[in-house]
């Protein structure tokens, strides 16, 4: 099957005679919409146990019942 190719209607830009115009299958906007998907599907990096807090910022309220 051949692509479908440009041909100017004019002699003034005439394109490389080597070169093919073609059109995507996929819509640029599915293809980004993909792509970002795929992204978001990708593992995170772990947080290295470094950076973890030993004791817990949050401490209990003390008990106020009478």
Same mark, same amino acid.
């Given at each position: 099957?051949?692509?479908?190719?440009?041909?100017?209607?004019?002699? *003034?830009?005439?394109?490389?005679?080597?070169?093919?115009? %073609?059109? $995507?299958?996929?819509?640029?906007?599915? =293809?980004?919409?993909?792509?970002?998907?795929?992204?978001?599907? *990708?593992?995170?990096?772990?947080?290295?146990?470094?950076? %973890?807090? $030993?004791?817990?910022?949050?401490?209990? =309220?003390?008990?106020?019942?009478?």
């Amino acid at each position: 099957m051949t692509p479908a190719t440009y041909h100017p209607t004019h002699g *003034r830009t005439l394109p490389p005679p080597d070169q093919v115009i %073609t059109t $995507e299958t996929k819509n640029i906007l599915l =293809r980004n919409f993909y792509q970002r998907a795929e992204e978001k599907m *990708r593992p995170k990096r772990a947080a290295p146990e470094s950076l %973890t807090p $030993e004791h817990s910022c949050k401490q209990p =309220r003390p008990s106020t019942s009478n």
